[in-house]
């Protein structure tokens, strides 16, 4: 199969590497210094999945050289950062006819539905659950892996997506087609809105916030938000109800994750944009459509915000809405 990986950050050159590795034909699309050390020096992949390369992955910082080197795919894999995904889908405009589908590797609430609204029968979602981490220009590391990427077609996509988990699995990435796809991404969500907000504030890993009752009562509190909002959307999550999601969170989700430190978190340090919006920030917006109260996503939204702004060296009070 040929794969486009666009957005070729750390879980991009991931999944890119480890299908170039598998026998199929990769192009890793991205920006700054790590496309450009892939492109001249290729692409090394170190962690708990072992050591690799460096790998002679075709690399490239604009659609127009990779189509002037000839390279036609048949499946783009979505990496960008959620507030990127509507430009990227609009710069992907002129290579869409000959795809079979865009696969959005995402987090975050909204992203399959704006692949979809731009390219109708071509959406595809993926839950990633796998952490990735870029040490170095061109050198990536595999952190953790709480369970498979999963993948499956948005309503009315495309067919064949079960060939493409099988490609991934047979290239080592462990995965496996799921039909109710946007449930699970939706759990994926509700994981990141537990933690990942919650972690860059109080500058600590997951484990920690699991571990002491004081987070845990503010993570009751978001889960049983984020439920709330589900069901006015008539949304069906993987677990039943808050409190047994709960009980699954403590667990199977967070022992395998004690560690981690969000990308959120990293974001913040590196003064970059955050993907607050379409986490707490698209509860709280989907809550205030439908009339349900989300003051606990509501806040931390808020607060991510301000460090946001205050990154920027933006006035909060001149920028608030």
Known sequence: MRFLVMGAGSIGSVVGGFL?????????????????????????????????GPLEVPAASSLGEMLERGFEPEWTLLSVKSYDTEQAMSDLADVLGGQDGVISLQNGLGNVEAIAAAAPGKA??????????????????????????????????????????????????????EERILTYIWDKVLYNVCLNALATLLRTNYGSLGDNPETWA??????????????????????????????????????????????????IEQRRRTEIEALNGAVWKMGAE????????????????????????????????
């Open 218 to 267: 503010a993570m009751e509190t978001l889960v049983s938000e984020f439920y709330a909002v589900a069901a006015s959307r008539d949304v069906e999550l993987v677990s039943a109800d808050p409190a047994t999601y709960l009980d699954r969170f403590r667990d199977e989700l967070l022992p395998p994750t004690r560690e981690h430190r969000s990308s959120m978190q990293e974001d």
């Open 290 to 321: 439908r009339g349900v109260p989300t003051p606990a996503n509501e806040l931390l939204t808020r607060m991510i915000r301000f460090l946001e702004l205050h990154n920027a060296g933006l006035n909060p009070m001149r920028n608030a809405s």
């Open 20 to 52: 170039h590795m598998g026998g199929h034909d990769v192009f890793l699309l991205g920006m700054g210094l790590h496309i450009d050390a892939i492109a001249s020096s290729g692409l090394s992949i170190t962690g708990i999945w072992g050591e690799h």
């Open 124 to 177: 595809v979602g993926g839950r990633v659950i796998f952490g990735a981490r870029t040490l170095e220009p061109g050198r990536v590391e595999v952190t953790v892996c709480a369970d498979d990427v999963l993948l499956g077609p948005a309503p009315g996509g495309p067919s064949g997506v079960e060939e493409v988990a099988a490609a991934f699995a047979d290239s080592q990435i462990p995965c496996r087609f």
